[in-house]
Nanobody, 123 residues
């Protein structure tokens, strides 16, 4: 199974913005909802946002609602996460993977994870 490839992370000051991208396996991407997750040092991986296969439905956890926007381009097998008004507590490695269609559960479909992309927000 081909791992997703995340990119776009970096170091940014609080209040800044970053745009993440994730290219997934075409067979996976064309059939499933996709989600973004993050893992901060010493913490478990947590669900951040998800988008339906069509892109018509999205879900965000409370801590990022109004600041992050998830989108997808099915022709490019790519899902995006636009992050604005970043806070130091957003610092983490960000991952994407396919998720179950009930978006609010943030349940991964498989255990197929990429290397992630590091986001560091300085205060």
């Amino acid at each position: 199974q081909v791992q997703p490839v995340e990119s776009g992370g970096g170091l940014v000051q609080a209040g800044g913005s970053l745009s993440l991208s994730c290219v997934a396996d075409r067979r996976t991407f064309s059939s499933y909802a996709m989600g973004w997750f993050r893992q901060a040092p010493g913490k478990e991986r947590e669900f951040v946002a998800a988008i339906s296969w069509s892109g018509g439905s999205t879900y965000y956890v409370e801590s990022v609602k109004g600041r992050f926007t998830i989108s997808r381009d099915n022709a490019k097998n790519t899902v995006y996460l636009q992050m604005n008004s970043l806070k130091p507590e957003d610092t983490a490695v960000y991952y994407c993977t396919a998720v179950k269609p009930v978006l609010k559960t943030g349940t991964p479909l498989t255990d197929n994870w990429g290397q992630g992309t590091q986001v560091t927000v300085s205060s």
